[in-house]
């Protein structure tokens, strides 16, 4: 998938100058109504992206700290109902990317709705363990949600890739830092 190879690729570009210790710190974006506690000292990129029929401005913060990737990546839309589109959409790229055998079904998650966020289907968080561009063992925490924005709504992905499970306080310190202004 086109939107897949691109997202990988992008990301990857985006993170191999970051440092590799985990020292949190608030990132605020300038682009969007949200800050993020990141480990490491992020990069950021825009990336217009074909999605659909459509080509969508994909902004993308994140790091790379003691082998595990941290990221945000986020996309505005002009057409608010295509929020819950493009969050399941999101979700089928991510499940390729990581190579899971199975055909795609949406995979059991849990409800992921901050305050102030779109109580939709689609907003959820998934654990998935799947397998890197490389063929090497990977594990996906992620979550997707949507905030209406004026007569727009931005939908956000955060994930966290990383080679083994990560300690819950590390996973929950990058979660509980997601904080919308």
């Given at each position: 998938?086109?939107?897949?190879?691109?997202?990988?690729?992008?990301?990857?570009?985006?993170?191999?100058?970051?440092?590799?210790a985990l020292?949190?710190?608030?990132?605020?974006?300038?682009?969007?109504?949200?800050?993020?506690?990141?480990?490491?000292?992020?990069?950021?990129?825009?990336?217009?992206?074909?999605?659909?029929?459509?080509?969508?401005?994909?902004?993308?913060?994140?790091?790379?700290?003691?082998?595990?990737?941290?990221?945000?990546?986020?996309?505005?839309?002009?057409?608010?109902?295509?929020a819950a589109?493009?969050?399941?959409?999101?979700?089928?790229?991510?499940?390729?990317?990581?190579?899971?055998?199975?055909?795609?079904?949406?995979?059991?998650?849990?409800?992921?709705?901050?305050?102030?966020?779109?109580?939709?289907?689609?907003?959820?968080?998934?654990?998935?363990?799947?397998?890197?561009?490389?063929?090497?063992?990977?594990?996906?925490?992620?979550?997707?949600?949507?905030?209406?924005?004026?007569?727009?709504?931005?939908?956000?992905?955060?994930?966290?890739?990383?080679?083994?499970?990560?300690?819950?306080?590390?996973?929950?310190?990058?979660?509980?830092?997601?904080?919308?202004?």
């Amino acid at each position: 998938m086109p939107l897949a190879r691109c997202l990988i690729l992008t990301t990857a570009l985006l993170l191999a100058a970051c440092s590799p210790a985990l020292n949190w710190r608030v990132v605020a974006l300038a682009d969007a109504p949200l800050d993020l506690m990141l480990p490491c000292k992020p990069d950021r990129a825009v990336r217009d992206l074909a999605w659909g029929r459509q080509t969508l401005a994909v902004s993308m913060v994140g790091c790379q700290a003691e082998g595990a990737t941290y990221a945000l990546a986020h996309v505005a839309l002009t057409r608010p109902q295509d929020a819950a589109t493009v969050m399941a959409d999101w979700q089928k790229a991510l499940h390729q990317q990581l190579q899971l055998a199975d055909a795609w079904q949406p995979l059991p998650g849990q409800a992921f709705v901050l305050p102030g966020t779109l109580e939709l289907p689609q907003a959820r968080q998934l654990q998935w363990q799947g397998r890197n561009g490389t063929g090497q063992p990977v594990y996906a925490n992620a979550r997707w949600f949507a905030r209406t924005e004026g007569q727009q709504v931005r939908v956000y992905q955060a994930m966290v890739l990383s080679p083994a499970p990560l300690a819950d306080g590390v996973l929950q310190s990058f979660v509980k830092g997601l904080q919308l202004r």
